[in-house]
């Protein structure tokens, strides 16, 4: 398996950004798709980007296309969730992982412990 941790969460205004980084190690040499989910204080798991291995695929939710960008370092092992006009719906825990690359998460088999983002109006 793959250990992943998560950094770069925090408190901002509305209209902010922040960039998550999820720093891999581990069974790094593999090839893996990776994803951002995210979950609000009484609701479910959500889906936010997934990005391939090479980096040529990307996924987002509609929720957040047009502000929100994936992205990947190979060689530091990282990758990054850029967060940008952020709104308070956004508030939520961040969580990355590594595995299948789609929208479910049950298709991942590695996850980050999370980190806090707040939004405030």
């Known amino acids: 398996q793959v250990q992943l941790v998560e950094s770069g969460g925090g408190l901002v205004q509305a209209g902010g950004s922040l960039r998550l980084s999820c720093a891999a190690s581990?069974?790094?040499?593999?090839?893996?798709?990776m994803g951002w989910f995210r979950q609000a204080p009484g609701k479910e798991r959500e889906f936010v980007a997934a990005?391939?291995?090479?980096?040529?695929?990307?996924h987002y939710a509609d929720s957040v296309q047009g502000r929100f960008t994936i992205s990947r370092d190979n060689a530091k092992n990282t990758v990054y969730l850029q967060m940008n006009s952020l709104k308070p719906e956004d508030t939520a825990v961040y969580y990355c992982?590594?595995?299948?690359?789609?929208?479910?998460?049950?298709?991942?088999?590695?996850w980050g412990q999370g980190t806090q983002v707040t939004v405030s109006s």
């Open positions: 581990g069974r790094t040499g593999s090839s893996y798709a």
């Open positions: 990005i391939s291995w090479g980096g040529s695929r990307l």
């Open positions: 992982a590594a595995g299948g690359g789609t929208t479910r998460s049950v298709d991942y088999d590695s």
